[in-house]
């Protein structure tokens, strides 16, 4: 079964540091992973989609990264904001016996202080 | 038009009331999905519908019925619920250029479900 796990759950730094969030997952055939940021209360925005033959893919100051064979990704944030507090999900999209499945980790909060 | 929309922002009622949840995009989009999200927890599968077709059903009660009338459009509807089931219900959508979930999904602001 698989299962998406990551790490820190929640993560405070100064407004300026780059930081890393991580996320793992227990079965290496997936077909992409996605990052999402979700605000308090709110909906989820889609920020990265990296498919299984990609490494990397950036957006301004985010990056993320994907090692299916170890069965992780990191996503980077460079030179971090306060207006980056938010709750960071990682979810799979892969097939098992019963179908295709989309799974998602536990979210890491992060608060990025002024 | 970009978004995903959803209506209504919050909704109170109770075990024996009737109501829908609606969602709507016009990107074009042919797959839509339905999730719930408990507080503190991530969200969790419920529905998938492509060409407007039910495709997965993630083995969610009867009480809940989900309807898409056309490609745009997608409703939740919602009867003799339990306070458990209290929870934000998130729309997304996708195109459809690979099988299903394996698409970038497009996610609405939710609706913020209370059962009493």
């Known amino acids: 079964k698989q299962e998406v796990t990551q790490i820190p759950a929640a993560l405070s730094v100064p407004e300026g540091e780059n930081l890393v969030l991580n996320c793992s997952f227990t079965?290496?055939?997936?077909?992409?992973l996605q990052w999402f940021r979700q605000d308090p209360g709110k909906g989820l925005t889609s920020l990265l989609l990296?498919?299984?033959?990609?490494r990397e893919q950036t957006s301004g100051r985010l990056n993320a990264s994907l090692d299916k064979s170890s069965g992780r990704s990191t996503l980077y944030i460079a030179a971090s904001q306060p207006g980056d507090s938010a709750t960071y999900l990682c979810?799979?999209?892969?097939?098992?016996?019963?179908?295709?499945?989309?799974?998602f980790g536990p979210g890491t909060r992060l608060s990025v202080l002024p | 038009d970009t978004e995903v929309t959803q209506t209504p922002k919050h909704l109170v009622m109770g075990m024996t009331n009737k109501k829908s949840l609606k969602c709507e995009q016009h990107?074009?989009?042919?797959?839509m999905y339905w999730y719930k999200q408990k507080a503190k927890k991530p969200p969790e599968l419920m529905f998938v519908?492509?060409?407007?077709?039910?495709?997965i059903n993630e083995s969610v009660p009867s009480r809940f019925s989900p309807e898409c009338p056309n490609s745009s459009l997608l409703n939740l509807h919602l009867h003799a619920l339990q306070p458990e089931d209290s929870a934000l219900y998130l729309c997304?959508?996708?195109?459809?250029?690979?099988?299903?979930?394996?698409?970038?999904?497009?996610f609405g602001p939710g609706t913020r479900l209370t059962v009493l």
């Open positions: 990296i498919q299984s033959s990609q």
């Open positions: 997304a959508s996708s195109q459809l250029e690979l099988a299903t979930l394996y698409n970038e999904q497009f």
């Open positions: 990107m074009g989009h042919r797959a």
């Open positions: 079965d290496s055939a997936i077909y992409n």
């Open positions: 979810a799979v999209a892969f097939r098992d016996n019963y179908g295709q499945n989309f799974v």
């Open positions: 519908y492509s060409y407007e077709k039910l495709s």
